[in-house]
């Protein structure tokens, strides 16, 4: 059984136990993002800090995104989301795109999607050659290594949801005239290739899960 077959998604928040949750962690980011930015203690900079979010369509990768960077100043963050790479990025290495959005000592950023596309997207969809992607996920473990060699806190999330889950939210936005720009025909062609992007999220958790490595 595969990592993402044992997530409990049965388990449930209420609005209120959100509401209370939610506001006491904002403020606890706010803090860590000030004393790490060296507004708040001695002024010292703290470590570059960089979430990373991938996830199903649907899943709710935006508004996560939302509530974790709402509570801080904007210019204290940055966010950048990355779609299918341009014709003069696929004449670089596939890392090179993502180099000069990684924050500095006392920087935080964010991304919505990143690096892990190589093994997901353009795997599943042959936009990188089985040599390419395969030889990614070393590629992908030394880099995150040396970020990490270098200072930087890397925290990752993949936002699981079920395909029925998922069905429905399509459903919601197909029939919201202020949502329906959120659904493409991509992302309806991306259900029906659900079971070898679940096998390329399995493989992807574990080849480049840092957990237990020397």
Request: aromatic share 10%; hydrophobic share 40%; proline share 4%.
């Amino acid at each position: 059984m595969g990592r993402l077959q044992k997530v409990d998604l049965s388990l449930r928040l209420s609005r209120e136990e959100e509401t209370v949750r939610l506001a006491v962690l904002q403020k606890r980011m706010l803090e860590l993002r000030l004393t790490c930015g060296g507004m708040l203690g001695d002024g010292t900079l703290g470590p570059p800090v960089l979430f990373l979010f991938e996830g199903w369509d649907a899943s709710g990768k935006g508004g996560a995104i939302k509530r974790l960077v709402s509570p801080i100043d904007p210019r204290h963050v940055r966010v950048s989301q990355f779609a299918a790479p341009t014709p003069d990025e696929k004449r670089h290495h596939f890392l090179i795109r993502f180099a000069d959005k990684l924050p500095g000592w006392g920087g935080m950023a964010v991304f919505d999607r990143s690096w892990y596309g190589r093994v997901l997207v353009e795997r599943v969809e042959g936009f990188a050659s089985e040599e390419q992607w395969s030889r990614s996920y070393s590629e992908i473990v030394a880099f995150e290594e040396s970020l990490a060699a270098e200072g930087a806190v890397i925290v990752k999330f993949w936002i699981h949801i079920s395909p029925e889950e998922q069905l429905k939210r399509f459903e919601r936005r197909a029939e919201d005239p202020l949502r329906q720009w959120k659904l493409t025909d991509e992302d309806w062609r991306n259900r029906e290739k659900h079971e070898d992007y679940l096998m390329a999220v399995e493989e992807m958790l574990e080849r480049t899960d840092h957990c237990g490595r020397d």
